[in-house]
């Protein structure tokens, strides 16, 4: 196998991991970036910035639709009968290179819906419920007008459109309660986009359910908690990471799972699309609220804690590609045997950036959140904290009040839930 990535980040090693696991051997890497000392996968690597070849994610994935002669003479020198089966990431548009097939693409036409400016097309189509919300330009003059009608009495969220490239987790998205707030955050996303989504901020625990679109139906996973908490400084969400161990209302969790199947179908119906997808969105007082698609493979799933020999991306691979029976994969087997394992293994995957905070050995402090104490364990790294566990763990689970209380206990005292802090805005006079 050749491996073909932007940089190794964790989505790829975990990819090649699972080659590993399944006792493939990848004999060479292609990157984008430079490679990184002590993480290359296999002996020979090709790097496109130590060849001169400077690019963004996106034009090297346009980059590998007709590459250079010199990095094809490379692979030939090494497999010159073309043996050889290439893997790239989520983004790989490439069908081929140099004669070698590309194992799991993806279309280009399923990026539509990752625009947080087009995105509520979709959910009115599917019939899915969303924030109250409106889309105007960058540089309308009337902006502050329309804060003023969306806000629901907890601020906007101002989303930049996908004109400079798709953009995932909480990156792209501000929260404004104020004038000031307002006008920091439209100079800031003046430059970066050309359409603006203006939606009413929705307090509540931040979510996402991944799915799978199979030849013979979609197969929905529960929801999972997206920690993500706010920096009380600058108005700003900050992502955590995501965690299984959040176990909503049975009728609520449900409900979000039948919107998520409809989604899947309409996707589908209309883009012809396959392989994994995830919807994001908030619970709270006024029920399950979308405000997010994911038409590609993201994390948060959990499966690998309770299997981590299953190639859940590998898997994902060759639904894309049309594997002859996709390894005999149907969706009444895959969606409650997935589901059951996680539930039975929760896990967590949660890192809190704590600026100044030194490497340490897993230690245990004991916070308050919400009124209850709780012996929470840690490991700092990378002037952050990953959490590791808590004891007790909340009546439902969400670890977002938990990860804020863990950060202030560490010195950083900025970061704070939506759970346990979602002030008034003051939007009334916006305009004025």
Known sequence: ?????????????????????????????????????????????????EHGLEMTHSQFESWLCTPSAEL???LDGMDPRREWTAL??????ARELGGRPFYGHWC???????????????????EVPSPPYAVTGAGDPGLPEVVARVDQGHGVVLAVDSSRGALGSSHGLCWVRNRQEF???????????????VAAFMPGVPCSVLAMVLPDGVAVFDPFEI?????????????????????PDPRAREEIRRHVRAVGQKLAQDLAYTGMFSVDGVLGARGFLATELNPRHVSGLGLRAGWPEFPT???????????PG??????????????????????????????????????????????????????????????????????????????????????????????TDAPRSSFVAVSG
Not at 27 to 47: C, F, K, M, Q, Y
Not at 88 to 93: D, F, I, N, S, V
Not at 108 to 126: C, F, G, P, S, Y
Not at 347 to 355: A, D
Request: overall charge neutral.
């Open 1 to 49: 196998m050749v491996l073909v990535a932007d940089h190794l980040n964790g989505g790829m090693k975990a990819l090649a991991e699972e080659l590993r696991n399944v006792g493939a051997t990848v004999a060479a890497i292609v990157l984008n970036t430079r490679p990184t000392a002590g993480v290359a996968a296999a002996e020979h690597v090709w790097s496109c910035a």
């Open 72 to 74: 094809l003479g490379w």
């Open 88 to 93: 790239g990431t989520t983004y790989a548009e």
């Open 108 to 126: 280009a036409e399923w990026a539509v819906w990752e625009d947080k400016t087009r995105i509520d097309e979709l959910w009115r189509e599917a």
């Open 183 to 197: 006008d920091a955050a439209v100079e800031g996303l003046r430059d970066r986009t050309d359409r603006v989504r």
């Open 227 to 247: 920690l993500t908490l706010r920096d009380r400084m600058n108005g700003r969400f900050v992502y955590c990471g995501t965690s299984t161990w959040w176990r």
């Open 313 to 323: 991306r590998l898997l994902n691979r060759a639904v894309q590609t049309g594997v």
């Open 326 to 419: 996709d390894l005999g994969c149907a969706r009444a087997d895959l969606e409650p045997t997935v589901r059951r394992t996680v539930r039975l293994v929760a896990s967590c995957s949660v890192w809190v950036p704590v600026p100044g905070l030194g490497d340490e050995p897993e230690t245990t402090v004991r916070v308050v959140s919400r009124g209850t104490e709780h012996a929470v364990r840690y490991r700092a790294e990378r002037e952050g904290a990953w959490l590791l566990g808590a004891d007790p763990l909340p009546g439902d689970g969400a670890l977002g009040p938990l990860a804020a209380a863990l950060a202030a206990r560490l010195g950083s005292a900025s970061l704070v839930s939506f759970a």
